[in-house]
């Protein structure tokens, strides 16, 4: 009877086991679809999806600008000809404040935004104060020089005769936040009053007086609605499905994201395209290496060195030219034709020879070279560092006494990096949603499955060892039919003897 009932049992937990097994096995299959679906579903702009609509609407992690300042400490000798020295000084460090306003949809699932960015000065995170003082390049006076060497001779003394008269001088030394954000000028008011148009602002000149309680344009962009891989692309800027800077077509055409988020599933060898306005210009990152930021796994991407490289060492960006020295991009077309470069910091991937012009420079990867860590299967940027320099060529001009014997450079003003984190709240979300339940759903999947296989295992070997010692028929063994009835009883037995 107890053998018919561990058999039985045996029989029971082979049955549950397979079912665990089952369950382990189709888990295991149907979790990453599963995963991946919520990833889409949670990826496609929608304001159905609070979280990941909320991020990147307003997006609610850190945002800083740092700013450096190349200090000239020798423009006396500079304009007899010498070699400029300079000094880094900062980082002067900015929150910024990043809010999608005018969010409209359309109908062909992409939706229109116009992104407003204000900073506000962080002392506690600088070195130095706005009250610091520098000493930099004039742009107004040299950077005006070289557009204005072809004029005739007659008019180059008239200008040079105008600098005088507002007693702009070939460098300005000044504190950092009238840098920055503006100061006032009599020759930017006279140009304004006889010459508006020409210069980009109508009020202070500042290098980032146009940043400030500022835009970058009208941009329209695809929900993913339809199709994940396109979530985030950007149909169109200001109107614009290409630009009219620069001289061949792939030079000109908007390429990627917004350069905030990308679409999900990223792999090694995947890129990381981006339109950046400031930069009036597509840019492409490319797989450096993995790692991990606060326990999230991400994929590293960083600029190539062609990203700025001239048409000469890299055939496609001629289109980009006129071109200087490599690891300088020319952005003259869309800087109202002054002679302005942007590059790398320190000149970081340029060529050396824009190092010996120039003494203060000290280029490094770690301080200097940009990346942007992504999660991969969701395209959300985890840390992210943009970091580009400022540079105004100089030179002699004949006629613009200003300019003195200025030997012909590609002089360093300022860089600034941009960078962002997840931290916080988000941080933490963002990992148990991403790293731990996927985590926790994997150990579960397997553990079912190993759980399933023991249980079939041990209970199968339980039922073959009962089936084994069970006897045939249900009765005793053969050979032996127990004792006879007077073995049993010997008093039964004396009685019949």
Same mark, same amino acid.
């Given at each position: 009877?107890?053998?018919?009932?561990?058999?039985?049992?045996?029989?029971?937990?082979?049955?549950?086991?397979?079912?665990?097994?089952?369950?382990?096995?189709?888990?295991?299959?149907?979790?990453?679809?599963?995963?991946?679906?919520?990833?889409?579903?949670?990826?496609?702009?929608?304001?159905?999806?609070?979280?990941?609509?909320?991020?990147?609407?307003?997006?609610?992690?850190?945002?800083?600008?740092?700013?450096?300042?190349?200090?000239?400490?020798?423009?006396?000798?500079?304009?007899?000809?010498?070699?400029?020295?300079?000094?880094?000084?900062?980082?002067?460090?900015?929150?910024?404040?990043?809010?999608?306003?005018?969010?409209?949809?359309?109908?062909?699932?992409?939706?229109?935004?116009?992104?407003?960015?204000?900073?506000?000065?962080?002392?506690?995170?600088?070195?130095?104060?706005?009250?610091?003082?520098?000493?930099?390049?004039?742009?107004?006076?040299?950077?005006?020089?070289?557009?204005?060497?072809?004029?005739?001779?007659?008019?180059?003394?008239?200008?040079?005769?105008?600098?005088?008269?507002?007693?702009?001088?070939?460098?300005?030394?000044?504190?950092?936040?009238?840098?920055?954000?503006?100061?006032?000028?009599?020759?930017?008011?006279?140009?304004?009053?006889?010459?508006?148009?020409?210069?980009?602002?109508?009020?202070?000149?500042?290098?980032?007086?146009?940043?400030?309680?500022?835009?970058?344009?009208?941009?329209?962009?695809?929900?993913?609605?339809?199709?994940?891989?396109?979530?985030?692309?950007?149909?169109?800027?200001?109107?614009?499905?290409?630009?009219?800077?620069?001289?061949?077509?792939?030079?000109?055409?908007?390429?990627?994201?917004?350069?905030?988020?990308?679409?999900?599933?990223?792999?090694?060898? @995947?890129? =990381?395209?981006?339109? *950046?306005?400031?930069?009036?210009? /597509?840019?492409? &990152? %490319?797989? !450096?290496?993995?790692?991990?930021?606060?326990?999230?796994?991400?994929?590293?991407?960083?600029?190539?060195?062609?990203?700025?490289?001239?048409?000469?060492?890299?055939?496609?960006?001629?289109?980009?030219?006129?071109?200087?020295? @490599?690891? =300088?991009?020319?952005? *003259?077309?869309?800087?109202?034709? /002054?002679?302005? &470069? %942007?590059? !790398?910091?320190?000149?970081?991937?340029?060529?050396?020879?824009?190092?010996?012009?120039?003494?203060?420079?000290?280029?490094?990867?770690?301080?200097?070279?940009?990346?942007?860590?992504?999660?991969?299967?969701?395209?959300?940027?985890?840390?992210?560092?943009?970091?580009?320099?400022?540079?105004?060529?100089?030179?002699?001009?004949?006629?613009?006494?200003?300019?003195?014997?200025?030997?012909?450079?590609?002089?360093?003003?300022?860089?600034?990096?941009?960078?962002?984190?997840?931290?916080?709240?988000?941080?933490?979300?963002?990992?148990?949603?991403?790293?731990?339940?996927?985590?926790?759903?994997?150990?579960?999947?397997?553990?079912?499955?190993?759980?399933?296989?023991?249980?079939?295992?041990?209970?199968?070997?339980?039922?073959?060892?009962?089936?084994?010692?069970?006897?045939?028929?249900?009765?005793?063994?053969?050979?032996?039919?127990?004792?006879?009835?007077?073995?049993?009883?010997?008093?039964?037995?004396?009685?019949?003897?």
């Amino acid at each position: 009877m107890m053998a018919i009932n561990k058999s039985k049992v045996a029989l029971g937990f082979i049955g549950a086991g397979i079912l665990t097994l089952m369950f382990g096995i189709i888990s295991a299959v149907m979790g990453p679809t599963v995963m991946k679906d919520q990833i889409i579903k949670n990826t496609v702009i929608d304001p159905k999806n609070e979280l990941s609509y909320t991020m990147w609407k307003d997006v609610p992690v850190p945002f800083f600008m740092s700013v450096y300042f190349f200090n000239v400490l020798n423009p006396k000798e500079i304009l007899n000809g010498e070699k400029p020295m300079v000094e880094q000084r900062g980082p002067y460090v900015y929150r910024k404040r990043l809010q999608k306003e005018n969010i409209t949809f359309h109908p062909n699932n992409t939706v229109s935004y116009r992104e407003y960015r204000r900073y506000y000065f962080e002392p506690s995170m600088s070195v130095g104060n706005e009250s610091d003082v520098v000493t930099i390049p004039n742009m107004l006076v040299l950077g005006a020089a070289v557009m204005l060497e072809n004029l005739p001779f007659a008019l180059r003394l008239m200008i040079s005769a105008t600098f005088k008269t507002f007693n702009e001088g070939p460098f300005l030394t000044k504190t950092v936040g009238e840098l920055m954000w503006g100061y006032d000028s009599g020759l930017v008011e006279f140009l304004n009053k006889y010459l508006p148009g020409m210069l980009p602002t109508s009020g202070k000149f500042g290098l980032f007086t146009e940043f400030n309680n500022s835009n970058t344009g009208l941009f329209t962009i695809f929900t993913g609605q339809d199709d994940i891989r396109k979530v985030h692309r950007v149909d169109s800027w200001n109107g614009l499905k290409e630009l009219s800077y620069w001289r061949t077509p792939q030079c000109n055409m908007i390429n990627g994201t917004a350069g905030q988020m990308w679409p999900p599933f990223l792999t090694k060898e @995947s890129t =990381l395209p981006f339109y *950046s306005p400031d930069a009036c210009r /597509s840019m492409e &990152f %490319i797989y !450096q290496r993995s790692g991990d930021f606060k326990g999230v796994p991400l994929y590293r991407f960083s600029s190539s060195k062609n990203l700025f490289a001239n048409g000469t060492e890299y055939a496609p960006n001629e289109g980009f030219c006129p071109c200087r020295q @490599s690891g =300088l991009l020319n952005v *003259s077309s869309c800087r109202y034709n /002054s002679p302005t &470069f %942007i590059s !790398q910091p320190h000149f970081y991937n340029a060529d050396p020879v824009l190092l010996d012009y120039v003494q203060g420079l000290h280029p490094t990867e770690e301080e200097h070279g940009l990346f942007i860590d992504i999660h991969p299967p969701t395209g959300v940027p985890l840390n992210v560092a943009i970091r580009l320099q400022l540079n105004l060529y100089m030179k002699r001009v004949s006629g613009i006494t200003e300019t003195g014997k200025i030997s012909e450079v590609v002089m360093p003003m300022i860089w600034f990096e941009e960078n962002g984190y997840i931290d916080g709240p988000v941080l933490k979300t963002f990992h148990t949603n991403l790293v731990v339940l996927p985590a926790v759903m994997e150990i579960m999947q397997y553990g079912f499955i190993a759980l399933g296989l023991a249980t079939v295992v041990v209970a199968a070997l339980v039922h073959h060892r009962v089936k084994k010692n069970k006897p045939e028929g249900g009765g005793a063994p053969k050979g032996n039919h127990g004792p006879s009835t007077e073995e049993r009883d010997p008093l039964l037995q004396h009685h019949t003897d």
